[in-house]
DNA sequence: TATGAATGAGCGTTCATTCAT
DNA sequence: GATGAATGAACGCTCATTCAT
């Protein structure tokens, strides 16, 4: 068994709430995933919504250094910069099934539970930033927004109907379609 | 108070559902919607399961009633009915809040509950079907599936996004896109 | 589906008591062995307890009729008038699966409907002075009253152990030795 | 109060079952005859089944240590074997009101809850063997499995009529009586 | 830090019973 | 006589959270 440490009781929540959603995890879940006892949890996290927002920084944060990192790499083109974004982007949600969690989590609980809406509002202005700079060179600054909106509508799209059908090709013709489109 | 009949609880449900979702969604909510006690409602339904799947055959049969039915209307031509689907898709999804029930519930449910899969899909298989008999006017048959594949995953990307930022307007923006990047 | 009187109604539920018990057997599952609505059944039995009442009524009244009966043939030996009576026994007793109902309804209810006690000992009591008339043939009147109790009990019991083994011959021992016992 | 672990807990619980049966007794009644709550209960016992299953054990247990130990105790006849196995067998039920717990769980739950079904049977099955032991040091083998199974369906019948009489009596004239019959 | 018993509210569901139609 | 919607209490069980050890 793993250390148990702050990250990996993280890391064993993010993969629960990707496969059973929010509500649906209870914190003896949590604690078994960690080879915990249910009441040791709380030397952690404060409170399931606290643990919540831990997962919603942490997945911010790779996902920052992983895919949004791209669109400022120096040295490289902007079509490249979207290509390696998409790929980046792919791969990153190809990685683990359920999808963004961010995603459920704003369609779970971003009415429920407002002390979520911030960081679920944060991830995506912040992935819509890094897309928009990538389009900035190529569009002016309000065309180059909106299609860096459509850009992660579509793409978290592609990652619910993947969800759906079970079938993963779906989310590659979408990135592979965006770079087409864009600098086809 | 409005009268109680199976419609009643179905449509109240599904207000709750897409406010709250499925596992937030007590059947007491249910009940104090329809001004019932919670034993009350198992004369209707026999279990809240069983009052999700009516819930989206509900759903499901009035957006076939109120979208899909464009793609099929007679004496119209192929842009001409993309244009209604997309403003009947539109008008469908701004009605209420909490976008696209069944999208939600896919999201939240359908890896937990195998049963929900079959009406989830069912009901994403007939709305690209709808949009690829429209696409098939104008594009090859491969190519027109995938088309209404993409059409679709970006309404439900863009209804996600709406949602989140609470702005309708990103909706519209999608639509009128689609029908702009199919017959512009 | 046969017609729905009172006496289909005890039938049906004397069937759902010896499998089921009395307190696992709800009136739902009456009303519909019945080809009823568990709101019709009021109309012939104001309560669960007055239709328990009403089954135990039956019961004896069938046991009176088919079994103790024997006790008082006329023209026979008390030795034959035994004889007659643990065949009969037998006979009843194998008949449906689930043991004696109204044994089984002391040791579940005595205690917690205590109207039940009367039906119940009543019961017992004719069953246990029919034997005694047959025994006081033979045996003075405080053996043969001694005797005639350990009978009941020792067939009670072997309705018991023939419930709980699935082995019907059990009780056909039984009966056979009370026979050989007292007048082999 | 006493103190509160998961032997008080079947000890009340066994308790309870006597009185009032299986299906009668809620996880409330247990948790108050423990001075618990409800949702307390469920940390010593996953369901009611697993509880009942547990009391089973139980009494198995000490039905073993107190009666069944008298078949094998070294140094003594068999007679004198019977005859302390009778009166620990007499105090044993006498004990408790409410007689055989696992007599009374045989008839109510035995063909609703298989489950249960290996430790009744379990239970009757070396309750026979032991008196089969000593039976066998004077008949032949197969009359003594027959004479114990005998004698475990006439105690468990006097024991359904002491507790539909409410006279502890009968069954000491039937332990008496077997003592006399086997050995007389 | 970790435990695990305890809490108290709440969950989906069942039940015997009532009653207007 | 039959219906079936409604009741209201109770059921077995779960949950996030607390806290003495």
């Not at 960690?34 to 996902?63: I, N, T, W």
């Not at 490289?76 to 979207?82: D, H, I, N, Q, T």
Request: charged residues 25%; glycine residues 10%; proline residues 3%.
């Amino acid at each position: 068994m793993q250390k148990t440490d702050v990250g990996t009781v993280i890391a064993r929540t993010l993969e629960l709430f990707r496969r059973q959603g929010y509500h649906k995890t209870t914190m003896a879940d949590v604690a078994a995933a960690c080879g915990l006892l249910k009441g040791s949890l709380y030397h952690y996290f404060p409170s399931k919504e606290a643990l919540a927002q831990a997962v919603m920084d942490e997945v911010h944060a790779r996902f920052a250094r992983t895919v949004l990192v791209c669109a400022d790499e120096p040295g490289l083109g902007a079509e490249a910069r979207l290509e390696r974004m998409m790929a980046a982007t792919e791969a990153y949600f190809l990685a683990g099934t359920g999808g963004c969690v961010i995603g459920n989590l704003a369609l779970e609980a971003i009415d429920m539970i407002p002390d979520f809406a911030p960081a679920i509002r944060a991830y995506f202005r912040e992935w819509t930033a890094a897309l928009t700079r990538i389009m900035a060179c190529r569009y002016p600054a309000d065309q180059a927004g909106r299609k860096a909106e459509r850009a992660v509508a579509e793409i978290q799209g592609a990652i619910m109907m993947m969800r759906i059908s079970g079938d993963g090709g779906k989310l590659r013709q979408t990135t592979r379609g965006l770079v087409a489109e864009f600098y086809g």
